[in-house]
């Protein structure tokens, strides 16, 4: 038995460590999902398409947050404020600069990741439910603040931007929507891919020992400064690259877009797919796209209470998310196969 299948058998709390070795799926695995993320746009109409894009951004703005929470420890309310200023550090770049949208995508990582970086710092001297609200507090006003008077010439103000969605190079025949589906994919994969390399480093072990124990990591010499606000920065990141992603797909920016809403969403995603388990960072996503679709389909009067109801029994029934059924799944493919 693996240390996860240890941790979901004997019924810990849904918020949990996990082994490096456990954040990731098996490589057959990882290569039927590929080809299925390749092969399905071909064969999909445009509005799923674009759902399955949407689908991705998100999925990257969760497992930013997982490896913040999930990898380092630290919990945080405040996504979608790096989220909003990804996605609008894109516009404005793309629609007053004429800047090509591949290029606005790491401009809008590298200013996320120095403000989440600083804001890390005074997050310091704050831990578990003080440092949520510390987050908190700064999704509340980011949207306030890209309302101010000042920034209205380049943000659009209250009415927001819109964003010219671009077409596929080279004279390929493929669809808008298409074609930003497999530059979405493209980036997607690669921040994976860099983000299991990053937590299988030095620096990923790092985080997981500042996670399991403060005060133990400190004493083996880790500089636990120095990687809780590296942590901050890299899902800072991620997540205005993210946000960025989702400028260019919606075509449109505002400041209502990047509320508490978006982050307590961001956050459902992650405890929905597993806390600290990559793979779940994209179910999690799928959640909070279909799932309030699924409850207004049940019951347009009631669909917030049919969402809550849907939301407890995910919680109840696999309080590991979707990294639990993996496992299970697992387990009996594994039973299957020695009969």
Not at 293 to 322: D, M, R
Request: proline fraction near 4%; aromatic fraction near 10%; glycine fraction near 12%.
């Amino acid at each position: 038995m693996s240390a996860a299948e240890e941790v979901v058998a004997e019924g810990h709390e849904a918020v949990e460590a996990v082994p490096k070795r456990a954040m990731t799926l098996g490589t057959g695995t990882s290569v039927v999902v590929l080809l299925l993320l390749i092969a399905v746009p071909l064969f999909a109409k445009n509005f799923v398409i674009f759902q399955l894009t949407q689908l991705l951004y998100l999925g990257l703005a969760v497992l930013a947050l997982n490896i913040l929470t999930g990898g380092s420890g630290q919990f945080s309310l405040g996504q979608s404020a790096f989220y909003g200023i990804g996605a609008y550090i894109t516009a404005v770049m793309m629609e007053q600069f004429n800047i090509p949208y591949f290029l606005c995508l790491p401009v809008a990582g590298v200013l996320c990741f120095g403000v989440g970086f600083l804001f890390g710092q005074p997050a310091l001297r704050l831990s578990g439910v003080y440092l949520a609200l510390a987050t908190f507090a700064l999704a509340t006003a980011m949207p306030q603040l890209l309302k101010l008077n000042f920034l209205e010439p380049w943000t659009g103000g209250v009415q927001g931007l819109v964003v010219t969605k671009p077409d596929a190079p080279f004279g390929l025949k493929m669809s808008q929507d298409m074609w930003l589906y497999y530059f979405t994919l493209v980036v997607v994969l690669a921040i994976y891919v860099a983000s299991v390399n990053l937590l299988r480093s030095r620096s990923g072990r790092a985080f997981m020992a500042i996670r399991d124990n403060e005060i133990a990591a400190s004493a083996m010499g880790v500089n636990v400064a120095l990687y809780k606000t590296l942590a901050f920065g890299v899902s800072a990141a991620i997540t205005g690259v993210a946000g960025g992603l989702s400028a260019i797909a919606v075509q449109f920016v505002a400041p209502d877009s990047f509320t508490i809403t978006l982050a307590i969403q961001l956050f459902l995603g992650m405890v929905v797919g597993g806390v600290g388990w990559l793979p779940g960072s994209i179910v999690g996503a799928a959640f909070i796209i279909f799932v309030p679709n699924i409850a207004e389909g049940i019951s347009k009067g009631l669909s917030g209470a049919v969402f809550g109801v849907l939301l407890f029994l995910v919680i109840y029934l696999v309080p590991h998310g979707a990294r639990q059924l993996a496992i299970l799944g697992q387990q009996l493919a594994g039973r299957l196969r020695k009969n």
